[in-house]
Structure formats: structure tokens, C-alpha cells
């Protein structure tokens, strides 16, 4: 229901409230993977279907992985190592009904540290999604429920667990006339800590948006695009705001084996006490994947926005960033993979720590490199290794990451 994602995952609040795109640390839910989201179309497209009960089809799915991480607390100085294992189990039932869908997934995630200094940091996660797909010759309703428990630290700014639900609405409708398309949304979102000591960043957020998309070419829309948003924390009144938002942008495929999502525009986030400071600025997003051959795959990512703070007092910091994906396969079940992602978050507010008053101001320099072999069409191996390095101008904030992983994936 949120997003760093690394997501898309992935980021939850998209649109004009955003979380941290920090790497994923722990809770790594890939049940969201399933559900994709080009233009006006949003829909779950699932594995192959394998099993069926009636006119249901069902997509059972199990991961299982066991990591080295070598600073399981992302700590500075003195860091943790420690052999963590994740058991996630998890199914996806869909329901076609000619050009209707109605689709639910679950997927838990088991988290168990070998070491016994280390047990109170084991921790039991789940997620759950349901889509309403409704399809008409000239206009269609979807509607996107999302619900999370987790203590991962995942699309937050927290270097520790911090217990929370997440939960999201999110229904559209839109009429097609000839060219065009003409779209309205609603969205609500809430956080809350299950921790007393953390209340006060409990928040809810509803807003409203409308989009127009114009057909350029077959696969290419343009668009043009308004949110309105409120934030409301129950227990910190200096943190309630309005954002506005417009932007224009494209979806599709202008070029063949070309797929890009690009948006920009303005963004105005006004805080109700004068005292805090607003932002006013251009916001964008792009996204494209490239085929350049039947073996051979690039992703690349970029992004600048301001996201919702959890760190001190400060309501937010603007972020910029990269991100660059390869995927070779050399032989038939062999994939070779990388990502590496760049980026620079600057908060809005001074703070003290360390007994020091000043902007914080990060970079994170990640990389993932990995290889994936099919055994079958529903189960493969993968070995990775990622290195994580946040350097902050507040030294007690940086740390460096080292994870090897072996994990399975059976998706059925």
C-alpha cells in the first residue's frame, strides 16, 4: 500500500504523497509485482494458469531464501552479521469474466535470524490486495484495495523495526469518447504504528485526481493529469497539508520493444502552520524498458519528488533518483541481472544530532548483481549479492551493507 522501493513495489501513496525509496531491507512483499498499470489500464496479470476450480483460476507461489547480510541494523559503527531466512508463502485467485476481472492475492513472510542474540528481531509480515476490473465498451470502474502488516524497514527512513498497518483504496472510473479518455479517482491511505512512541507520525491522506488521455498511436497516450490531496497525523498538527498537483505525460510504446512512462509537472505542498516550509517546485518521473533483444533487457528509472519525512520533526526532503537495470540470458535457463540505483535525498528542516544543527543531506550508492536459473517453468534458483551505502552528512546515519542470498521461487 506504500512504496522504495527499489517499488515499484513499491511505492505506495503514488501520486503526490511518496515514502522513501531506500532498498529493500526486510518485508519485501512481490505479490504487488503481479498487479500492472499503463495508462487507464490497471489489471493483475499472474503466471501462467496452472490449476483451476471451476471458472477460477488459482496461482499458488512459495519463496524461500536464506542471506548473509553482514549489518542487519544498518548500523555505523560496531555492525551485526547475522544468517537471516524467508519463508513466503502466498496465492493469487482471479476470476475472468469475459473482459472483467476480479482478482484477491495473500502472501505472508516468515523472517528467522539464526543467531539467538538476534530472535527478537524474527517477525511474522503479510500483505493482501483485491482488484474490481470492470470493462465496457465506452467506459470502465476499477477499484484497488490493499492492505499490509509489517515491521519492515521498506518505504521508510527507519533503521530499526517499527511495527505498522497500511491500508489503501483506491476506485477509478472513466468514459472512452472517441480519442479520448476522461478519468476520475479517489484515493485513501492510512498508516498506523501499532508502538505508542511512534503515534504521532499516524497519518491518513484522501485525495482526489483526474486524468485526460489521448490517443496519439495505437500503443502511445498522452496525458494530463491533477491530484488534490489531504494529510492529516491525528497527533501532530504541524504536519497536516494540502498538495496540488498537475503534470502532463505519456504511457506506452512510441518505438517498437520500447515501454516508457513519463510524467512532469508542479507540485505545491502547503502545510497549515506558517512555520513549516512548503514546497514549491517541478516534479517528474520516467520509467522505460527497452528489449533490445530476446535475450538482452535494460530498465532504467529516474525520478525527482518530495516525500513524506519520518525522521525528527522534519515533514519532508526532496529526492532524486537513478536507477539502471541490465537482465542477459546467455543460455536457455540462464539469466544473468543487475541494478544500480543513485540517490540523493535533502531534508527541508535543520535538525540536531550528534550535537550538530544542520540540513541532513544522503546519498545511497546501491548495487545488486545476480544470476537466475528456470529449472522449470515454475520453479528457479537465483544467487545474488547486494551492496547497500548510505553516506550522510550526519556520519551516525551512514552505514555499509554487504548480502549474499540464495533463494528459490516457485510460482505455480
Known amino acids: 500500500m506504500f512504496k522504495k522501493v527499489n517499488f515499484p513495489a513499491a511505492c505506495f501513496l503514488a501520486g503526490f504523497v511518496f515514502f522513501s525509496h531506500l532498498p529493500c531491507v526486510r518485508a519485501d512483499f512481490k505479490l504487488m509485482d503481479a498487479i500492472e498499470e499503463f495508462g487507464e489500464k490497471r489489471f493483475v496479470k499472474p503466471t501462467p494458469t496452472r490449476l483451476k476450480a471451476g471458472p477460477f483460476r488459482l496461482h499458488p507461489s512459495l519463496r524461500s531464501s536464506s542471506t548473509f547480510d553482514s549489518n542487519i541494523l544498518l548500523e555505523h559503527e560496531d555492525p ?11 496465492a493469487i485467485i482471479e476470476l475472468p469474466i469475459d473482459k472483467h476481472q476480479l482478482a484477491a492475492g495473500y502472501e505472508a513472510d516468515f523472517e528467522i535470524f539464526s543467531k539467538s542474540r538476534d530472535h527478537r528481531q524474527n517477525d511474522q509480515n503479510q500483505n493482501f490486495f483485491s482488484l474490481l476490473d470492470l470493462n465496457f465498451p465506452s467506459w470502465y470502474v476499477n477499484v484497488l484495495e490493499r492492505f499490509s502488516e509489517t515491521s519492515g524497514r521498506s518505504g521508510t527512513t527507519f533503521t530499526s523495526r517499527i511495527p505498522r498497518y497500511d491500508q489503501s483504496i483506491q476506485p477509478k472510473a472513466g468514459y472512452r469518447w472517441k480519442r479520448f479518455t476522461f478519468e476520475t479517482g479517489f484515493r485513501h491511505v492510512v498508516r498506523d504504528f501499532r508502538q505508542q512512541v511512534n503515534d504521532a507520525l499516524d497519518f491518513q491522506e484522501v485525495g482526489f485526481s483526474g486524468v485526460i488521455y489521448y490517443d496519439l498511436f495505437a500503443r502511445l497516450k498522452a496525458l494530463v493529469e491533477y491530484q488534490l490531496s489531504q494529510i492529516d497525523y491525528d497527533d501532530d498538527f504541524t504536519r497536516k497539508g494540502t498538495f496540488n498537483q498537475s503534470r502532463i505525460g505519456f504511457d506506452g510504446e512510441p518505438v517498437r520493444n520500447l515501454k516508457v512512462k513519463a510524467r512532469l509537472g508542479m507540485q505545491f505542498r502547503n502545510y497549515q502552520v506558517s512555520s513549516e516550509p512548503d514546497f514549491y517546485s517541478w516534479v517528474g518521473s520516467v520509467w522505460a524498458e527497452y528489449q533490445i533483444r530476446l535475450n538482452l533487457k535494460l530498465t532504467l528509472e529516474a525520478a525527482r519528488e518530495p516525500v513524506e519525512a519520518t525522521f525528527q520533526n522534519v515533514n519532508f526532503y526532496r529526492e532524486h533518483r537513478l536507477g539502471l537495470g541490465v537482465e542477459y540470458s546467455p543460455w536457455r535457463r540462464w ?29 545511497h550508492y546501491n548495487g545488486r548483481y545476480g544470476i537466475r536459473y528456470g529449472l522449470t517453468e515454475w520453479l528457479r534458483l537465483e544467487l545474488a549479492y547486494d551492496h547497500l551505502n548510505r553516506r550522510s552528512n550526519f556520519s551516525s546515519l551512514s552505514y555499509v551493507d554487504h548480502r549474499v542470498s540464495l533463494a ?5
Open 80 to 90: 551485526r552479521g547475522d544468517v537471516v531466512f524467508n519463508i513466503q508463502p502466498g
Open 335 to 363: 539469466t544473468l541481472f543487475s541494478r544500480w540505483d543513485y540517490i540523493r535525498d535533502g531534508y527541508a528542516e535543520r535538525a540536531t544530532l550528534d550535537g550538530s544543527t544542520r540540513f541532513r543531506r544522503d546519498s
Open 408 to 412: 528459490s521461487v516457485l510460482s505455480y
